[in-house]
């Protein structure tokens, strides 16, 4: 059980990590996945430890909203890409003071 | 202290309705009223018309003035009382106020006095003001004032007399700026305006106590009312209403705007600076006796008011080189001994109307001839520029000089009998206000002997350029009128008619007990007269008057040609504060309230630009943010728990 947790806890930082250091997007968007999944995994594996099937069913609630981010978050990376030529998050800061 | 009647005895203001030809007096009003109203609103078409038109309204309303008089004189003196009721101006709750006029002895000599002695000056005016481009507008605004004056005296309410006092003020203000074109006349106007405001304050305090006091400001309800008041009440509303009586009457504190006021045309100071407006405050105070009687506090203060004024003016018409300011200076102390008279009690106050009336005579009359000499001298009022002008100008000057005798009171002419009442009255009261008055006396025949002497006698000062001439008919007429009743004017006090006319108004008290006997006491003043005449004509007559003032003078004249530093003080003490106040106040608002609120607004716009500078644009350093943000909540959660 335990290790479950512990994984869960690794992917979480590593995703964590890729989303601080990274600056690519398509990067940054794995490691946003990974982070969820990550959740995920301890959303099942609490659920399975307390015997009750909350934990299960949030986990399809975040797949889905993971779909759903997916198709969103795709599309404005795609246009970003082909509007600069580029998919660095630090290129497109031009939302500031 | 002279004897106060006892309550019963102070005449109680119970008018009966007005009848026949004393129910138009309304008219009275009306009639320069509308000729003002028409004047001033007809504008250039009544250019061609306007002045006869001005002065036929004032002349009318004289002639209904001695229809009413004699109306009056028909009833039995008890009876002389009479209430016209025009109209209810007021009515709020409690409060009701009507318009109201009240013909009584007292308001009909008042009346006859200003359409009279402005009927004259009225006319003298056409002339004087021939050849000014805006002279319809000089007779509107005249009109006016006449108008006001009447309101003011006819008023059978405190309310009513506020109006008038009002409209008489705002006359003025319009008549010394008339010439608005010069700097010193506009200056001259406001300084009128705002100190005769603060007079005007005092007299609205005093209306706004009655109210509170008595539930009435009717002259009938206040007098009924007073008998029962507490002497603080009416100690308080007799200052307070002297206070209203300085400012309009230019007595000492409020006196510095009258010598300013003679910027205006002549017959403007001659009507309203010297015969009338001036006077309003005598009338004030007379009329409110049944104040007065019960608050000896108040009368003691007018007392020393009035000897303070008399004495003040005297002096500054000592030094004053300007005719028309050495006049003023003059109507200043005039003045003062009317509210002297009317400060001392029932004994005076007949006493002080009757010599308002002779000096309205004397005074209109030395005025309008000083009008004349300026005329004649292209508008130089300098009197070191005239000199030996008897000759050139016979009537004027023979006008002068009966008013000159008139106002020193030489025996027989009419300001002998009222001044030599007054003194009387004031020796009467106590030997120290008589031993002022006779001093006053002495220095009044001292410098108008000296204006004389400087105008119509010793050498030939004026420029080869300036040809002096009579003036015209029109001009002259008034003088001469004007003279003979400042000749006349005693007859009034034959067998103590003007007491007798009043006594319905103000009581009557018995003769006061003098020191000395009466008979004594006028040789005395004569002889006082006398020295003062013949120390002015050691003094001026028998040495060569300089053109130009001479500098090296002791401090005493220096002191009278600064109008004894009235302005100086009021400076000092009124003006300088208030001003630093005001910056003082100005810095307050600009600095600590301005302050505060802008304070807070740059605060809260600076800490804006520090915290927008959180908003770096790179997404990796918000979602650090939320990081630290997540972590910091986790890790709170924990210790709560744990704790």
Known sequence: MTEYVILSAILFTIGAVGVLVRRNALVVFMCVELMLNACNLAFVAFARQHGNLDGQVAAFFVMVVAAAEVVVGLAIIMTIFRARRSASVDDASLLRY | ?643
């Open chain 2, 1 to 643: 202290m002279t004897p106060l009647l006892a309550a019963a005895e102070i005449p109680v203001v119970a008018p009966v309705a007005a009848d026949g030809v004393l129910a138009w007096a309304w008219l009275l009003v009306a009639l320069p009223l509308a000729g003002s109203v028409i004047l001033l609103v007809g504008g250039r078409f009544t250019d061609s018309f306007g002045h006869w038109l001005g002065t036929a309204t004032a002349a009318a309303s004289f002639v209904l003035g001695v229809t009413i008089f004699v109306a009056l004189l028909g009833r039995p003196a008890d009876d002389r009382s009479i209430s016209q009721h025009l109209w209810t101006w007021f009515d709020v709750g409690d409060f009701q106020v009507s318009m109201e006029l009240l013909v009584d002895p007292l308001s009909l000599l008042f009346v006859l006095l200003i359409t009279g002695v402005g009927s004259l000056i009225h006319l003298y005016s056409v002339g004087y003001m021939a050849h000014d481009p805006r002279r319809r507008r000089f007779f509107g605004y005249l009109n006016l004032f006449v108008a006001a004056m009447l309101m003011l005296v006819l008023a059978g309410d405190y309310v009513g007399l506020f109006l008038g006092w009002e409209g008489v003020g705002l006359a003025s203000y319009l008549l010394i700026g008339f010439w608005q074109h010069k700097p010193s006349a506009a200056a001259a106007a406001k300084k009128a305006f705002v100190m005769n405001r603060v007079g005007d304050m005092g007299l609205s305090l005093a209306i706004m106590t009655m109210f509170v006091a008595f539930g009435t400001t009717a002259y009938a309800g206040v007098s009924e009312a007073a008998s029962g008041a507490s002497e603080a009440t009416l100690t308080a509303i007799g200052i307070l209403l002297l206070v209203g009586a300085c400012g309009k009457s230019a007595q000492v504190p409020l006196q510095g705007w009258l010598l300013d006021a003679m910027e205006g045309p002549t017959p403007v100071s001659a009507l309203i600076h010297a015969a009338t407006m001036v006077t309003a405050g005598v009338y004030l105070i007379v009329r409110s006796n049944f104040i007065y009687e019960l608050a000896p506090t108040a009368q003691t203060v007018v007392v020393v008011v009035a000897v303070v004024t008399l004495l003040w003016g005297a002096i500054i018409g000592c030094a004053k080189d300007d005719i028309k300011k050495a006049l003023a200076g003059s109507t200043m102390s005039q003045i003062g001994y009317m509210m002297l008279a009317a400060g001392l009690g029932v004994a005076g106050y007949a006493f002080a109307i009757f010599h308002l009336i002779t000096h309205g005579f004397f005074k209109a009359n030395m005025f309008l001839g000083a009008g004349s000499v300026m005329h004649a001298m292209d508008d130089d009022v300098d009197m070191r520029h005239y000199g030996g002008l008897r000759k050139l100008l016979p009537v004027t000057f023979l006008t002068f000089a009966f008013g000159y005798l008139a106002i020193i009171g030489f025996p027989g002419f009419s300001g002998f009998w009222s001044k030599d009442l007054i003194i009387e009255v004031a020796f009467g009261h106590s030997t120290l206000v008589g031993l002022a008055a006779l001093l006053g006396a002495g220095i009044t025949a001292f410098y108008m002997t000296r204006l004389m002497l400087m105008t119509f006698f010793t050498d030939r000062r004026w420029e080869p350029d300036v040809h002096p001439h009579e003036s015209p008919k029109v001009m002259t007429i008034p003088l001469i009128v004007l003279a003979a009743l400042s000749l006349l004017g005693g007859v009034l006090v034959i067998g103590g008619w003007i007491g007798d006319f009043l006594e319905p108004v103000v009581g009557h008290a018995p003769h006061p007990e003098l020191p000395v006997p009466a008979i004594v006491l006028t040789l005395i003043i004569t002889a006082v007269v006398a020295v003062g005449v013949a120390l002015a004509w050691l003094l001026v007559g028998r040495q060569e008057v300089p053109r130009t003032a001479p500098q090296d003078v002791s401090f005493a004249t220096r002191a009278a040609r600064a109008d004894l530093y009235g302005d100086a003080i009021n400076d000092t003490l009124v003006v300088r504060p208030g001003a630093a106040l005001t910056r003082g106040l100005v810095g307050f608002d600009s600095g600590v309230v301005d302050g505060a609120i802008e304070g807070g607004a740059r605060g809260i716009g600076g800490l804006s630009g520090a915290l927008r500078m959180l908003q770096t644009g790179y997404v990796r350093s918000y979602a650090l943010s939320i990081l630290v943000g997540v972590i910091v909540v986790v890790l709170a959660l924990l210790v709560v728990n744990w704790a």
